[in-house]
């Protein structure tokens, strides 16, 4: 069992940056792929950012060049710096884990954080 802590979210302007963390426990949670998701009211669950163990890092369009997803190992904790943020990035976000090399879809995802939420004004 892996479990998932958010941190990190609140309120912020336009233009402006936060950083979210997820601490992890349990399992040695470096053999992990991770990823952010997000959540807005009356929407679906969408894919922020994913980072294999290997390092590799993929983006959805809409955060791509802003969202940051990072790890340290030696802290089980995996973060997702957001910059230039927009009032459509409001949403609870969550980070998940899984030991498969699962990208997008986060029905692939075994272990999941309460979430954070993020609200950006304009």
Do not use: H
Not at 6 to 30: I, N, P
């Amino acid at each position: 069992q892996v479990q998932l802590v958010e941190s990190g979210g609140g309120a912020v302007q336009a233009g402006g940056s936060l950083r979210l963390s997820c601490a992890a426990s349990g399992r040695t949670f470096s053999n992990y792929n991770v990823a952010w998701f997000r959540q807005a009211p009356g929407k679906e669950r969408e894919f922020v950012a994913r980072r294999w163990t290997g390092g590799t890092t993929y983006y959805a369009d809409s955060v791509k060049g802003r969202f940051t997803i990072s790890r340290d190992n030696a802290k089980n904790t995996v973060y997702l710096q957001m910059n230039s943020l927009k009032p459509e990035d409001t949403a609870v976000y969550y980070c998940a884990a899984s030991i498969r090399l699962v990208s997008t879809v986060a029905r692939g995802y075994d272990y999941w954080g309460q979430g954070t939420q993020v609200t950006v004004s304009s």
